[in-house]
Nanobody, 122 residues
Framework: QVQLVESGGGLVQPGGSLRLSCAAS????????MGWYRQAPGKQRELVAR???????NYADSVKGRFTISRDNAKNTVYLQMNSLKPEDTAVYYC????????????????WGQGTQVTVSS
């Protein structure tokens, strides 16, 4: 079984920063893409940022220039550095990872973390 555990959420004032972490553990052979999504109350879950196995990145327009996604392959961990936070960034943030379970197989399975709350408010 594979588990993703997020950490780093909390309450921050507008203009502040937070760094989210998501560590994957379990029967992992390989991890390709990893990403961060968020869901605000009454809204659909949306992509925030994604990073491929080759460290190519893409971002939602609303966070470009403020958020940075990165990964540490040795630790099976993905990070989201969030700067210049705005009240509209308030949401539950979820990470996911596309995990290979069997060495030599190209099949990947997508796993999700449980979510971490980020609240931006004065």
């Amino acid at each position: 079984q594979v588990q993703l555990v997020e950490s780093g959420g909390g309450l921050v004032q507008p203009g502040g920063s937070l760094r989210l972490s998501c560590a994957a553990s379990g029967s992992i052979s390989s991890i390709s893409g990893m990403g961060w999504y968020r869901q605000a109350p009454g809204k659909q879950r949306e992509l925030v940022a994604r990073i491929t196995g080759g460290s190519n990145t893409n971002y939602a327009d609303s966070v470009k220039g403020r958020f940075t996604i990165s990964r540490d392959n040795a630790k099976n961990t993905v990070y989201l550095q969030m700067n210049s936070l705005k009240p509209e960034d308030t949401a539950v943030y979820y990470c996911n990872a596309d995990v290979g379970l069997i060495e030599g197989s190209s099949r990947k399975y997508r796993y999700w973390g449980q979510g971490t709350q980020v609240t931006v408010s004065s």
